[in-house]
């Protein structure tokens, strides 16, 4: 099983630029998740989605966006990229909501915009 | 107040001790509790998940919650270098249900 895969796993962008961080699974869990990481910092939750055609922001959804068209599928879209951009992207996903079975989460993202 | 505060350490330990990580956390309401470990430059794993009505031991790890004083702490025994990692507090979010993570204590076990 693959798990989580992440593409790419490294990128630098210039300001003003824009990308999309990919994400699939392959465990048909309903429940996927992005979240950046800061040096030093714990884990924010930008957006999630609790299945195909269903996203809602989380607790720093300005600048990206995301879609859900399948359920192996959640791209994050990343416009006009800034500086306060820069982090490690980690995707996850969990069989259920609560995430009591745990999430499983790629290999991350790391993103550099200069 | 952060939902979910960890003192970011680093904790030092030597081989062989207990190692004690706490997690402070703001919703009264809380019922389950989780603990990752992330490695330098790595995804975080989930190690240890609790819920309200009780402790609970794995092998060397025990999570322990204080519902009083809003804490939950990870205790690891005959702690070895290979648990030399970031450990993350994570709890439901009281907004959107979904995983609220602590900054993480770093964990350094000396040989």
């Known amino acids: 099983n693959a798990g989580v895969t992440q593409t790419p796993k490294f990128r630098i962008l210039k300001i003003g630029q824009s990308m999309t961080l990919q994400c699939a699974q392959d465990m048909n869990h309903n429940y996927m998740y992005w979240y950046r990481q800061d040096p030093g910092m714990g884990l924010k939750l930008i957006y999630y989605s609790v299945g195909a055609g269903i996203t809602d922001k989380g607790e720093v959804p300005n600048g990206y966006n995301v879609s859900r068209s399948t359920t192996e599928d959640f791209p994050l879209r990343l416009e006009l990229a800034a500086p306060s951009q820069t982090s490690v992207y980690f995707c996850?996903?969990?069989?259920?909501?609560?995430?009591?079975?745990?999430?499983?989460f790629g290999s991350g993202t790391r993103l550099t915009v200069v | 107040q952060k939902e979910v505060e960890q003192n970011s350490g680093p904790l030092s330990v030597p081989e062989g001790a207990i190692a004690s990580l706490n997690c402070t956390y703001s919703?009264?309401?809380?019922?389950?509790f989780f603990w990752y470990r992330q490695y330098s430059g790595k995804s975080p794993e989930l190690i240890m998940f609790?819920?309200?009505?009780g402790d609970k031991e794995d092998g060397r790890f025990t999570a322990q919650l204080n519902k009083a004083s809003q804490y939950v702490s990870l205790l690891i025994r005959d702690s070895q270098p290979s648990d030399s990692a970031t450990y993350l507090c994570a709890v439901p979010s009281s907004n959107t249900g979904k995983l609220i993570f602590g900054q993480g204590t770093t964990l350094q076990v000396k040989p």
């Open positions: 609790i819920y309200s009505n």
């Open positions: 996850a996903s969990s069989f259920s909501g609560e995430g009591a079975h745990g999430y499983t």
């Open positions: 919703d009264r309401g809380s019922q389950s």
